[in-house]
């Protein structure tokens, strides 16, 4: 079992080179959702913080944006080897924070992180910043001072496919990870201090939606915003950043729609795509949460998913054979146990799961793996993401009506 202790840096931020004090008083605690108690406290920054983090990542911006891309290569080549070394810390903290079992944290929530990185040095090793047209020169420059917005679900994935390309660019940066799941944050600062990053080029301020990813979003010295988050946030920073015309990035919620086609091992496919809709607790932006399948086959299919979600083992993240962990918190468990009664509500055919907890599991917050069988589209369930496990099947007569659907 992996025991977790916060790093000392988690009520601070990381500005300018160094982990500083807030200015701000706010303060709210990190609840791990397996046990319902609070794991470490973090600070919620205010628009001095903010202000600070932005003047740092302003000035840094002079000279980083003027490195070589060797040099960009050599940052990157020493941020993989530090993250590298602290992948256990890092998975640890994930499962403290949002609750993924053990081995999600490690090999695919931390992982991707890594992998991402990754990304961002091989296709700077083959970026050309220059380009000779005719007698144009065509010269890709950084974009300047970028804010980094992220969400809980994917908590380092998000970080570093934002903080890895930003680097690359010759970028500086405020990152506001979210405050749900902020510890692996405060981690990844400390991986890039340690790898040397310049001070200045990337900067680490806490805080919530309001207290600074408005501010963020609103800064006249942010010349770009790249957000992940749900559409209500989205919105929200596109409507901030417009008076001061920042570039802005997103990628917003999802409903994903999994068309199962009739000549399809329909027992197979089902099996395969209820695991994948429940990975993570079903909080996958890219979950496949609606299940498209042949109309006439519907209670073929509910049978294959029913069975299918009864192998599912919700648990301990800290436990051997967990599949999936709790939901990240009390305010999503409570969401998705309504989304639940109004399926039920609505008329649709609860296969497997339901409202409630799963037998044994009182303290935590876990949901029982569910299905909905004949969803028709216009129901709640078949619109609003409900960022669970919960799956809902919708039947469809042919291509084009499942095209339509
Ligand atoms: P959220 O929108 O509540 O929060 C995301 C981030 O935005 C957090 O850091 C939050 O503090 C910040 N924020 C909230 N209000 C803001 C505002 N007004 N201005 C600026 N920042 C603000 O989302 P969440 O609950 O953390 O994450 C779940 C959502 O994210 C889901 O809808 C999911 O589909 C989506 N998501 C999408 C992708 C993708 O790649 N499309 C990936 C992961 C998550």
Redesign the pocket.
Known sequence: MTTFDASPHVGQFYIGGSWVDPKSSDRLDVINPATEEPVATIALGSANDVDDAVAAAKAAFATYSTTTKDERLALLDSIIGVYTSRLGDLAAAISAEMGAPMWLATHAQAAAGLAHLATARAVLADFEFEEQRGTSLIVSEPAGVCAL??????PL??IACKVGPALAAGCTMVL??????PLSAVLFAEILDAAGVPAGVFNLVQ????G???V??SHPDVDMVS????????I??AR?AAPTVKRIA?????KSANIVLDDADLAAVVARDVQSMCMNSG????APSRMLVPAARMEEAAAAAAAAAAQIVVGDPQGEGTTIGPV?SEV?YDRIQRLIEKGIGEGAQVVAGGPGKPEGLDTGYYVRPTVFANVTNDMTIARE?I?GPVLVMIGYEDDDDAVRI
Not at 149 to 154: E, L, V
Request: net charge negative; charged share 15%.
């Open positions: 917005i992220t969400p809980w679900n994917w994935n998000q506001k990870p979210s405050e749900v799941a805080g919530d939606g309001q600074v990813g408005s963020l979003s957000f992940t988050g749900s559409t209500r946030a989205g929200e920073v901030n997103q990628e917003l919620g999802g909080q996958s932006c890219n990240v999503q993401e960022f």
